[in-house]
């Protein structure tokens, strides 16, 4: 099988399983019938979903998304692919690093406000730990709405409000 699917790649924080309560949250209002791990999330049962544990001693894991068992099918014979409608299933691929992390200068800053983005740009950044985290659509978000819309939803997830994340 080919490899599919565009990787959008992210560094995140200690709030990431916080963060992936409120973008599985935003997966069942896009999706009221959403299926993670390739199964039905059944009506309210996002209040109490929670991101798991992580069973290896790699710290990895990986959370599915689809519109249902359709989609799924269409998954299996498709990989990451839009469907006819204009949709199609995304992952969530993250691993956990308990050492520190450290940058000599952030750039590209994206904050609630321009006075936040000065206060940041060109300092450097200290993680005690944090997740690697990797957003698989179906195609690049650059060109393609969908796709788009699911990586902006996990950003603002995260407490971002800046729609335009990828902007040069």
């Known amino acids: ?9 992210f560094i995140v924080d200690a709030s990431f399983p916080e963060a992936m ?8 209002q896009r999706w009221p019938g959403l299926f993670l791990y390739g199964e039905p999330l059944s009506s309210g049962a996002v209040e109490g979903w929670s991101l ?7 710290h990895s894991g990986i959370v599915t998304f ?8 269409f998954w299996e014979d498709n990989g990451y692919a839009l469907d006819t409608s204009g949709q199609g299933p995304y992952s969530v691929f993250y691993r956990l690093h308990a050492l520190p992390l450290h940058a000599t200068t952030v750039s590209g800053v994206r904050a609630a406000s321009p006075e936040a983005e000065d206060a940041v740009e060109g300092t450097a950044l200290l993680l005690s730990q944090y997740y690697a985290v990797s957003v698989v659509t179906p195609e690049d978000p650059a060109v393609d709405p ?5 990586v902006n939803d996990f950003v603002e997830s995260l407490g971002t409000p800046d729609r335009s994340w990828n902007r040069p």
């Open 1 to 9: 099988m080919d490899i599919t699917g565009h990787s959008t790649d």
């Open 21 to 28: 309560h409120r973008f599985v949250r935003r997966g069942q």
């Open 52 to 58: 798991p544990e992580v069973e290896d001693d790699d």
């Open 66 to 73: 689809s519109s249902g068992q359709e989609m799924e099918d």
């Open 146 to 150: 969908f796709s788009r819309g699911v």
